[in-house]
C-alpha cells in the first residue's frame, strides 16, 4: 500500500501516516495490497486503495469482537463480497492459528465457522454467483439451513420474515461475524430493525453494517464507524490534484425561464399553504396527495410537457402504488373538498392556475429541458462523458428519448441517462460529467459521492440558495478531508474508549469554506409559444420555511379509488410442477421460456402447458425476463444494456404506429402492407403486445420509423435492426449455455457449472435459476357472454318491472347495455338493489343516509362518487349531460364497479333523481365514459 507522503506534510502524525507506517503488520495485507490472482479466482475485483484502508480498519476491530459501519462512495463494484471474502480469510486464517486475538483464534473460530450476510436476495446471488470458496448457500424460511461443521458462508434475504429467519440461525447457525449491507442496494430500510435485534439473537458477535458515504442514517447503530468521505479516496489513490479539487467541483445550475420559475415557485408555496390549512382542519386526503405528486412532477420537469404525458402513458396503472400522467393527477386532486371556505377557495386557485399554465405548456420547451441539453450537448462536443441521474427508470427513459431526439442516436456510447431510485439503479461508469436532474431527497443524497470530473446540480433559480446550502451541507461533512487526528486516527491506533464508539464525524476543520459550492444562472428562457404570465410569488412573513418541503422525502401515494387512464392489465396465473404457490403475471408480461437449446421471449398470455419456463429461484418476480438474465448472465451488462436501449426503440415504433390508427392492428398491417411488407394481422398483434425482441425483415422497421416521424428513419432503422440482431443472438447463446448448465448441474459429481466466462458452484446455480414445467394456466375471461348467459340488459329489465315506481333505465341507457361487456352479473344485480333499497329511500323520505347507503357499496364492493370535474364534463360534455324530459340534465353523479378501463370488469352507472316524478332514473350502466386523461 503506497499512500503519498506528500499529502500529509504539515502534520506530525495524522491517520494517513498511522496507516503508511503500520500497513505491514495488517492480517492478510497480500490480499489487501492487489493480488490480483487470488480475487480473480473467486471472480471479484481486486479492492481499490480506499476500499483496501476500509476492509483493513474491518479486519482490525473484528479480530478483537467489535462491531462497525463502513461507509464508502457509491460505485459500480460489489463491496459485499469483497468484505465476505476478506472475512473469509480472516476466518482461515484464524482457523490455522495465525491470528490470536481475543475473538478470532484457533479456539473461538473451531466453534463458529459461519459468516452471515444480509442483504436483498438478487444482488447477492450476482455478488456470490461466481464464488469457489466462500461455499455461499442461501437461508429462507423455505430452504431452511442445517448445522454444519464446515466452513460457509449463509446468505439471508433483508426483506423476508426477519424473526423467523433469526430463529432458524439461532438453532443451527454458529458465525464468527454478521455483514449487513444497509445500503439502498441491500435491507434498506429493514437494516436499523435487523441491526438493533442482532445482539440479541447473536450476543457478542461483531456485525460489519455497509453503507454508502453520504447516505442519510436516522438512528446511529451502536457500533464503531469509518466514513470514507470523497477527499480521502482521492488522498488514498494518490493524486494531490484531485484532493485539493474533490470538494469544490459541484456546481448548483438553473435556467433564468422567469415563467417555470414563477409558476413552481408561486405552485409550491400555494400547495404547502393548503396543506397547513387542511392539517388545520382534519388531516389531508388522498385527494391532496394527488395534487402533490401533480406538483412534484411540474417542479421536476426534464423534458416537454407532451413529451412526458406521452411517455408516462406507457407505463400508466392503478393498483397499490399507481402510476399516472400529470393530468390524471389533477383530475383525482379536482375532487378535493375542504371543510372551510378558505380552504376551498385555495384549492379553486391552484386549479385554477395549474390548468392555465398546462394551457400554455402543452406546445412548449421549458427552460429546464433546454438547460439539460445546453449542459449535455456542450460536453459532448468536448468528447466528455455524461451521465444525467434523475428519479426512476420511467424518467430516465423518458429523458433519454428526448435527449436522443435533439442530439442523435449516436450519443449512446457517450451519455447516460440513469434513475436513483430502486434497487436497480446502479452507478454508471466514470464520468467527466454528471448531472443531477432529480431532486436530491435523503434517500437520494449520497449519489453526490459518484466519482465524476464535475458535477452539476439542477435547480430552479427560486430554490437556488436552499438547494446550495442543502448541497454544501452535504459537501462539506461527506467531500472534506477527514481529520487527520480524528476517530480514524483512534480506530487504526486500536484506541477506542470503552463502552463507547468512535462515529469519524469530524473533518479537517482548516479546509472548511462556505464557498465550496458556486451558483450559475444560464441565459436560457424557454421556447414558449404563447408567453405565459405567472404573478411572482410574495411569501406571507413567518412562513419563509416553506421550500424546505421541497427537499423532503415524498411518502408513497397508495391506491386512490379512481381508475387509471390506461387498462389494468390482465392477470395470468401459471401453475408450475414442483412449485406449492402459483404465479401471477401481466398477460402482456414478457418471460423466457425454452424452446430446445434456445431461449425465447414470449408472453405470458402464450404459455401452454408443458412449457418449460425458466424460474428465478429467489426473486419475488419469479419467472425470468430479458433483462434479468442479461444482468445476471453477461460479462458486459453495460455495453448490452445500450445495444438493448437501441433495440427497444422497435417497440417504440409500434406503438407510435397504433397511436396513429387509433389502436387497430388491421389498419396499421394495411399501412405495412401499402410498403411492401407483407406481414399477417396475428404477426402485427404479436408486436402489439411485445411478443418478440424485433422482426428480422428490416423493411417493416424502416416503415414502422418512418410511419413514427423519427428523424433519420432510415439510419435508425438500420441501427435498431442491427441492435436486434445483437439481443436475439444473445438470447440463443445465453438459452444454450443455460440448457447445458442446468443439464449438468443436476449430475452428483459436478461441483461447478459454466456458462460464457463465468463460472458458478452448483449449489449458487441451483438456488440461482431452475427451469420449472408448466401445469396449468388461467388466462383473463373470454370477452363473450355465451347465449345461455344472463345480460346485465336482462337484470335491468326485470328490475324496472318489479320496481317501475322506483327506478326508470332510459332509451340511452338500454342501448349501451345492449353492447355491454361486463362480465359480473352478481355485482351489478347488487348495484341495483342498492339503488332500490339505499339511494331510493334517502332521495324519497331521507330514511337513509349517504353513509349508509356507501356502507350497502362497500360490500359489493363499489363505491359512489357525488359527480366529475367541471373540466372533465366541459371536457366531455355530449357524454355528461344527456336530455331527459325536454331538460338538460347532469348525469355526472355515478356508482363505481371495478378500477380498471377494462369493460368486461369495469362498469358506471350514472343516474340522477327525478324529484318532480320521485324516481331514478339511470342514463348509463357500462362502460368507463370518457376523462381528461383517456
Not at 448457500?137 to 424473526?163: I, K, M, Y
Not at 450476543?203 to 470523497?230: K, Y
Not at 451541507?473 to 487504526?492: E, I, V
Request: charged share 25%; with cysteine.
Amino acid at each position: 500500500m503506497n499512500l503519498p507522503g506528500a499529502l500529509v506534510q504539515g502534520a506530525s502524525e495524522s491517520w494517513l501516516d498511522l496507516v503508511e507506517q503500520s500497513w505491514p503488520a495488517v492480517t492478510a495485507s497480500d490480499l489487501l495490497r492487489g493480488n490480483a490472482e487470488i480475487w480473480k479466482h473467486d471472480g471479484l475485483n481486486v479492492p481499490k486503495h480506499e476500499e483496501a484502508v476500509a476492509l483493513a480498519m474491518m479486519g482490525r476491530l473484528v479480530r478483537f469482537g467489535q462491531s462497525v459501519r463502513i461507509s464508502l462512495p457509491i460505485g459500480q463494484g460489489s463491496l459485499l463480497s469483497q468484505v465476505a471474502f476478506y472475512l473469509h480469510r480472516l476466518r482461515l486464517d484464524a482457523a490455522g492459528g495465525l491470528l490470536r486475538s481475543t475473538w478470532l483464534n484457533p479456539v473461538s473460530i473451531e466453534h463458529r465457522g459461519d459468516l452471515v450476510v444480509f442483504g436483498r436476495s438478487r444482488n447477492m446471488l450476482r455478488a456470490f454467483s461466481t464464488s469457489a470458496v466462500m461455499r455461499p448457500q442461501f437461508v429462507s424460511a423455505n430452504a431452511p439451513v442445517e448445522p454444519s461443521v464446515l466452513q460457509r458462508t449463509l446468505l439471508v434475504s433483508g426483506q423476508d420474515d426477519l424473526l423467523e429467519v433469526l430463529e432458524l440461525l439461532v438453532r443451527n447457525a454458529r458465525p464468527f461475524a454478521i455483514v449487513v449491507d444497509a445500503s439502498p442496494h441491500g435491507c434498506h430500510e429493514n437494516a436499523l430493525s435487523l441491526i438493533k435485534v442482532l445482539p440479541e439473537y447473536f450476543e457478542s458477535v461483531p456485525v460489519v453494517v455497509l453503507t454508502c458515504t453520504g447516505q442519510v442514517v436516522l438512528d446511529a447503530a451502536p457500533m464503531h464507524a469509518w466514513n470514507t468521505r470523497l477527499s480521502d479516496v482521492a488522498t488514498l489513490r494518490g493524486s494531490k490534484t484531485q484532493a485539493s479539487a474533490s470538494y469544490s467541483a459541484i456546481e448548483v445550475v438553473a435556467a433564468r425561464d422567469p415563467a417555470m420559475d414563477a409558476f413552481v415557485a408561486k405552485l409550491g408555496f400555494m400547495v404547502w399553504n393548503l396543506k397547513r390549512k387542511l392539517e388545520e382542519t382534519g388531516g389531508v386526503s388522498q385527494e391532496f396527495h394527488a395534487l402533490l405528486a401533480a406538483e412534484r412532477a411540474l417542479r421536476c420537469l426534464n423534458v416537454p410537457f407532451s413529451a412526458h404525458e406521452a411517455g408516462m402513458l406507457r407505463h400508466a396503472r392503478g393498483g397499490r402504488f399507481p402510476i399516472r400522467t400529470i393530468d390524471s393527477w389533477l383530475d383525482l386532486a379536482a375532487r378535493l373538498k375542504g371543510r372551510r371556505g378558505d380552504v376551498q377557495e385555495l384549492h379553486a386557485q391552484i386549479m385554477a392556475i395549474v390548468r392555465r399554465m398546462i394551457d400554455d405548456l402543452r406546445e412548449a420547451i421549458p427552460g429546464r429541458a433546454e438547460a439539460i441539453v445546453k449542459l449535455c450537448g456542450e460536453a459532448l462536443t468536448r468528447r466528455e462523458k455524461v451521465s444525467v441521474m434523475v428519479g426512476n427508470r420511467r424518467d430516465a427513459e423518458i429523458l433519454t428519448n428526448f435527449l436522443e431526439g435533439r442530439l442523435g442516436l449516436d450519443i449512446v456510447d457517450w451519455l447516460t441517462v440513469s434513475p436513483m431510485d430502486g434497487t436497480g439503479a446502479v452507478a454508471p461508469d466514470s464520468q467527466e460529467l454528471v448531472v443531477y436532474a432529480g431532486v436530491l431527497y435523503p434517500s437520494r443524497i449520497h449519489w453526490l459521492g459518484l466519482h465524476a470530473r464535475k458535477k452539476i446540480v439542477l435547480c430552479h433559480p427560486f430554490e437556488q440558495e436552499r438547494i446550495r446550502s442543502h448541497v454544501t451541507t452535504w459537501w462539506q461533512q461527506h467531500a472534506m478531508p477527514s481529520a487527520p487526528k480524528g476517530d480514524k486516527y483512534r480506530l487504526w491506533g486500536l484506541r477506542w474508549p470503552a463502552g463507547a464508539f468512535l462515529q469519524d464525524e469530524l473533518t479537517d476543520g482548516a479546509l472548511q469554506s462556505n464557498e465550496s459550492v458556486s451558483y450559475n444562472e444560464l441565459d436560457i428562457e424557454g421556447i414558449y409559444p404563447v408567453r405565459p404570465r405567472v404573478a411572482q410569488l410574495d411569501a406571507f412573513r413567518g412562513y419563509d420555511d416553506w421550500l424546505d418541503t421541497l427537499l423532503k422525502e415524498p411518502s408513497p401515494i397508495q391506491r386512490i379509488d379512481e381508475p387509471a387512464h390506461e387498462p389494468t392489465r390482465s392477470i395470468v396465473v401459471v401453475q408450475f410442477d414442483g412449485q406449492s404457490d402459483s404465479v401471477r403475471c401481466g398477460a402482456n408480461q414478457q418471460i423466457m421460456r425454452m424452446r430446445g437449446d434456445d431461449l425465447e421471449l414470449c408472453t405470458a398470455r402464450d404459455l401452454n402447458v408443458g412449457d418449460e419456463v425458466v424460474i428465478l429461484a429467489m426473486s419475488k418476480e419469479r419467472v425470468a425476463t430479458q433483462h434479468d438474465l442479461f444482468d445476471m448472465f453477461v460479462e458486459n451488462s453495460h455495453g448490452l444494456q445500450q445495444t438493448l436501449r437501441i433495440a427497444q426503440k422497435w417497440q417504440t415504433y409500434v406503438d407510435a404506429g397504433l397511436q396513429t390508427f387509433e389502436g387497430s392492428v388491421v389498419e396499421l398491417n394495411k399501412y405495412l402492407k401499402g410498403k411492401r411488407v407483407n406481414v399477417h394481422n396475428s404477426t402485427v398483434q404479436n408486436w402489439a403486445h411485445g411478443g418478440v425482441i424485433g422482426p428480422q425483415d428490416l423493411s417493416a422497421i424502416r416503415a414502422l420509423a418512418e410511419l413514427a416521424k423519427t428523424a433519420n428513419a432510415k439510419q435508425m432503422a438500420d441501427m435498431v435492426g442491427n441492435a436486434i440482431a445483437v439481443i436475439r443472438a444473445e438470447h440463443r447463446r445465453i438459452g444454450t449455455d443455460l440448457r447445458r448448465a442446468i443439464a449438468v448441474s443436476r449430475a452428483r459429481d459436478v461441483s461447478a457449472v459454466q456458462i460464457g466466462s463465468r463460472s458458478f458452484s452448483r449449489d449458487v446455480f441451483d438456488a440461482l435459476v431452475q427451469v420449472a414445467k408448466v401445469t396449468s394456466v388461467e388466462r383473463p375471461p373470454h370477452e363473450k357472454v355465451t347465449a345461455s348467459s344472463k345480460t346485465i340488459q336482462d337484470v335491468a329489465m326485470e328490475f324496472a318491472m318489479l320496481h317501475p315506481r322506483k327506478v326508470i333505465f332510459t332509451t340511452g341507457c338500454d342501448r349501451g347495455m345492449r353492447t355491454s361487456e361486463f362480465t359480473n352479473i352478481k355485482a351489478f344485480t347488487e348495484v341495483l338493489k342498492v339503488l332500490v333499497e339505499g339511494f331510493y329511500p334517502m332521495y324519497a323520505d331521507h330514511s337513509k343516509s349517504l353513509q349508509e347507503v356507501e356502507d350497502m357499496l362497500a360490500t359489493i364492493p363499489a363505491s359512489y362518487a357525488g359527480g366529475m370535474s367541471d373540466v372533465t364534463k366541459g371536457k366531455h360534455e355530449q357524454h355528461y349531460f344527456r336530455f331527459y324530459e325536454g331538460e338538460k340534465i347532469d348525469i355526472s353523479r355515478h356508482i363505481r364497479l371495478g378500477r380498471a378501463f377494462d369493460p368486461r370488469y369495469t362498469m358506471r352507472v350514472h343516474f340522477h333523481w327525478d324529484a318532480l316524478r320521485g324516481k331514478i332514473v339511470v342514463h348509463h350502466a357500462g362502460e368507463h365514459l370518457p376523462t381528461l386523461s383517456n
